[in-house]
């Protein structure tokens, strides 16, 4: 999934990310909340509306960003209190709170409200973190049960929705909320317990028994050797129900991924192919290649022979190393779109190899 | 023409361009001299293959930006000798060398190079610099002629092109240098005059003696009152071949290029469409909309309710303020591709009414 924190891909035109097959788009709940807002979101019909997206949104919880960008956090039983990182303004995060702005959202799959347990973090933090994290689960999933049917769109119908906006019927903002309508929101549990076998097995356990239409894993990629991300995946996967989407948040480089979907990971996110790309850091088939090096400026080839992406099939590295040189928007736009598309290719191909050959359940270590 | 400064369309992919059915992009001979590099997109294979556009390019002569942009200049009967702006390093532009730089950028229209004179200059300052853009113009006219054919894709063919390169021949970029090289290089004379009309005369009617292929009307748009622009358009025009092109340089608002087409100007181009996009600024049937407003927070219509572009018909006025509000790189490529789609069909309506009523032609004033 790529991420589209502010309710956009960042550069990238919806219609570019039909085009390159993007299903499922990543939306942050922390900064949709703190901008444009929740409340104003839910008056304009839900997100899909909002950004004209109609295929499927993932929300984050929030909690995420909460512990990484906002300030002065304070975290009890209740939930977080927090400063903006965009004004210092006050805010509060339960798990009931972080259900109502996904809501509002309308969000096809929103996320339990977690605490995301930082590395390293001894046995002690981490199984205190943990009992936060599971009662949160309960509250989440209570919340978002009694109100998931509350979803942006109301009660209105589409002819009074269209002639409240002034829009035509037939604008794609429009089509994209009627789109969303139709499907159910889903609430996904996320699995925590630090780099502890045993305390993922028991964070696995309770959150099955509470019987999520998925689960995702959290608390990986936040500093740990990438043998242990494994061996944690690896641990906890088989503890999952394998009919349902099992997540891996917030990962990674292309070979990981692969790696990860081969062992029975479904979906996963990573901002790496977008923010990367920002910084002129290209991915392909043959390796990480820093499109501002010198050596590129006259090199006439496409960033990766082997792509046949649309930035591939239509400019050359000189090219995209002079827009980066240049400082040009367009740098973004093009180096963006081209991680996209080798990291959604990547995809493809092991979807591909797994269709022949299933995946084997994995084992606990 | 849109401006393609740098060799983009600030933020716009090019397929986007020609989605919009822009024919000819302008691209700044002072900013491609300095960065990457006339010789270098000379040995990439010229321009169009460089930025992979196969449609045309016309190149302006460096002048205006080396008076624009520039520090330290020193203007001799020689030509311009100038700091760049971008890291200080001393630069020499002559007529000589202007054709040069736009004959290896493979243009396939280029600019004689001229001083554009300042507003407001006395009728002394005016019958100076007009003295010696007319000398220019005659040294810009013999150099192209003698050198014009000195295209940058050379003598190698297509299939050593293509295997220098490592790119494949159906290479879009590769394309796009075919294409181009098909075609026959032209150079536009430059109506310099100041204010007066005299001067305007007595340099149209030189040029016109040395025989372009093309004619432009500079040195407007330059902070003078718009109807003193009216009245040297107005003045010029009809002292130049209405069956070459005539082009304005550097207009205008979209009511101002409606009108110079009525008048029987045949080309513009403007920065303002894209740059006022960037900061907001949207140009619409109902008027200028300054997007960024607190009013369009919640306003769920497009941009221009008229207006049937890209933009319009799938994004609304709320998501294009919250992505101007939030920073987000996308905020420049939505507004700028509605600003070009609204510029562009105000010209196809104008050639539409044209179509049917021809103008007449203007006398002088």
Redesign the interface.
């Known amino acids: 999934m790529p991420v589209g924190t502010?309710?956009?891909v960042?550069?990238?035109?919806?219609?570019?990310l039909e085009d390159l097959d993007v299903r499922i788009l990543l939306g942050n709940t922390y900064?949709l909340y703190l901008?444009?807002g929740h409340e104003?979101i839910r008056?304009?019909?839900g997100l899909h509306r909002?950004?004209?997206w109609e295929r499927a949104i993932l929300t984050d919880s929030g909690g995420f960003q909460v512990f990484s960008l906002s300030d002065l956090r304070k975290v009890t039983d209740e939930g977080v209190s927090f400063r903006s990182h965009i004004d210092g303004s006050s805010h509060f995060f339960s798990p009931e709170h972080s259900m109502e702005v996904q809501i509002a959202l309308g969000s096809d799959i929103a996320m339990a409200f977690d605490e995301c347990t930082e590395y390293p973090a001894d046995r002690a933090r981490a199984r205190a973190s943990l009992d936060v994290t599971l009662k949160w689960a309960q509250r989440s999933r209570d919340h978002f049960e009694a109100h998931k049917h509350e979803r942006p769109w109301g009660e209105r119908t589409l002819e009074q929705r269209t002639a409240?906006?002034?829009?035509r019927s037939e604008?794609?903002?429009e089509k994209a909320a009627v789109n969303a309508e139709g499907r159910t929101p889903n609430l996904f549990g996320i699995v925590q317990g630090g780099m502890f076998a045993d305390l993922r097995r028991e964070s696995a356990e309770r959150l099955v028994e509470m019987d999520f239409p998925g689960y995702a894993i959290g608390g990986l990629s936040v500093g740990e050797p990438r043998e242990l991300t494994r061996e944690m995946i690896a641990t906890t996967l088989p503890l999952l129900p394998a009919e349902k989407p099992r997540y891996v948040m917030g990962v990674g480089y292309p070979d990981e991924i692969a790696e990860y979907a081969r062992m029975g990971v479904d979906m996963m996110d990573c901002v790496l192919p977008t923010r990367a790309a920002r910084h002129g850091l290209l991915f392909t088939s043959e390796g990480r290649l820093n499109i501002r090096n010198r050596q590129y400026?006259?090199d006439?080839?496409?960033a990766d022979?082997a792509c046949n992406c649309?930035v591939c099939?239509?400019?050359?590295r000189?090219?995209l190393r002079?827009?980066m040189?240049?400082q040009?928007?367009?740098a973004?736009?093009?180096n963006t779109?081209h991680n996209l598309a080798f990291y959604l290719e990547t995809m493809r191909k092991v979807r591909e190899e797994l269709a022949e050959k299933p995946v084997q359940p994995q084992s606990g270590s």
Request: glycine share 8%; charged share 15%.
């Open positions: 502010q309710g956009t960042k550069a990238v035109p919806q219609q570019l900064h901008r444009p104003a008056r304009l019909g909002f950004m004209s409240d906006s002034g829009q604008h794609q903002a400026a006259e006439q080839g496409p022979p649309m099939r239509r400019y050359s000189a090219y002079h827009l040189a240049a040009e928007p367009l973004a736009v093009l779109l």
